[in-house]
């Protein structure tokens, strides 16, 4: 069995509408840790070594959060800074995260039709997380497709509902891998 470690990456994480039932969702299932950051990190301190110790004890990496401005809330970019470090995710030495996978899972106000060419924000999902691919790239870590619930301000209850059932199959689906 893979264990998967979901990094939740949400400013205001008991506020949130739509992330938190997404990770309400798969906190049971077995293999899965949840790691909410801003429970540990209120002041954005973030504490490298306890992070790539996380690392180490998981197989799947899941960076989970809403997508503001075209990335990720700062907590997740701190998180990757201070953690992702050189001799560790990278550079000589930098191999520790070699043959690991990383899942994006994320949530947008807008709906999918938004993300595409000639669309409202012009570019699609993927190109917009180029540099989260780079990432994995670099640390030799397998680029999983990435989980988008998107438009979720103008879901319905049901439709809403089917993202939290896809969301807990897919990472109950990547415990078995």
């Known amino acids: 069995m893979s264990k998967v470690l979901i ?3 949400h400013r205001k994480p008991q506020a949130s509408k739509f992330n938190l ?4 969702a798969v906190r049971d ?3 899965v840790t949840v790691n909410v950051l801003a429970e540990h990190y209120p002041d954005l301190n973030i504490d490298g070594e306890r992070e790539r110790a996380l690392l180490l004890e998981h197989d799947v990496i899941v960076l989970q959060f809403p997508f503001y401005w075209y ?3 700062a907590i997740v970019k701190e998180w990757q800074d201070e953690t992702l470090t050189f001799g560790f995710a990278y550079g000589p030495g930098g191999d520790r ?3 690991k996978s990383l899942l ?3 949530t947008t106000g807008g709906p999918a039709e938004a993300y595409q060419p000639g669309g409202y924000n012009r570019y699609t999902f993927e190109q917009l997380l180029l540099p989260l691919h780079a990432t994995a790239n670099l640390a030799g870590m397998e680029w999983l497709t990435p989980f988008v619930a998107a438009g979720v301000m103008r879901k319905t209850p049901a439709e ?4 939290v059932a896809d969301y807990r199959a897919r990472i109950a689906s990547l415990t078995h891998d």
């Open 7 to 9: 990094n939740f990456g």
């Open 21 to 24: 039932p997404l990770l309400e």
């Open 29 to 31: 299932i077995p293999g």
């Open 71 to 73: 990335s990720t809330p």
């Open 97 to 99: 995260l070699r043959g």
């Open 104 to 106: 994006v899972a994320m």
């Open 160 to 163: 809403f509902a089917a993202n």
